[in-house]
């Protein structure tokens, strides 16, 4: 059955360092059984914001609850509710896997009746099998230590599990191994991710948080992410031909129509053209036939682009800096990717 308390509750949740705010009044929820991406750029607050939920942080004012018990009322009872595993978590390089998860267990007061049981579980969950599980940790490679933290983060089953920057470091065939263990997770805990990595919290998220400057700036699934930060269509084009009469034709089409981007393929006599609309309405049809007829461009391939999670990204923080007028507040590899 579903629960309907939320595995997570953050209400005007503030962080002072100083006299700077890592975090300023954010507040979102995280439903059982949701496996929800945590985004932001560079010194956003997530950290931060994972730390407080596990009880690691204080937070200078607001409040935090994970499935309804209080964060800062009942820290005892929260360790046993949520597994993190922090940024660069650090691991001790001269015991061997098994050695540490069985260390782990100790410490998260497993039972010993269960512990090699639950030890096996994670290891096979988490795919530290076939002689992994014997090797000494400081001899594996980053993907693996990445799924040691994990299975330790899961290894007490706790109902709501924090990955702080899991991918981080991944390369692509042990990204693709994070997300089929995600899979496997999914359903039985709720998960939530902070990663810098798009296209994989995209592929693994029900649902996303993005934070920027401390705040919460968009929260909910991608489809009603791009209402609000995407709306109208993107189509991208294929066509042999001027790309003046292509533009030509097409306004004729809807005056919404933007030329977005435009390049000519390395091969053929090709261009890639990309054109947006405001209009909500599936233009495709319209736009062939504009482009129907005697010594007019030809299209080899049209179809609609839907914004992406970067894209959502991207346009939720640029948003952001904008209107807090203070770019200089903004991290610096961000900024320059903006001025674009
Ligand atoms: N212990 C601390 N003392 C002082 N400032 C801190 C401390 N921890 C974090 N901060 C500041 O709080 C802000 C938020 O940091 P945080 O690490 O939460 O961001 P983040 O979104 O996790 O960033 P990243 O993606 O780079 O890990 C930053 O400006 C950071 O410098």
Redesign the pocket.
Known sequence: MVSLVPSIRAVDLT?R??P?R??DRISFEVGAGEVVGFL????????????ILTGLLSASSGEAWVAGRSVAREPAAIRHLIGFMP?NNPLPEDMRVTEYLRFRSRIKGLSRKIRKTRIDEVLELCDLKHGTERKLIGNLSKGYRQRVGIADAILAEPPIVIL??PTIGLDPHQILGFRQMIQQLRGRMTLVI?S?ILPEIEKVCDRSVI?NR?QVVAAGTRSELREVFSPGQTYELRVEGSLSEVEKRIKTVDHSLVLQDSYREPEGNVRRITFSSNCNTNLVPRIIESLQGPDLPVIQEIRIRRASLEDIFLAATKRTWKEGGDPSAAPRDMEEELSE
């Open positions: 962080k360092f100083g700077n890592a975090i932001g750029p560079n010194g956003a607050g997530k950290s931060t914001t994972m730390r940024e702080d920057e902070s810098h934070l401390g």
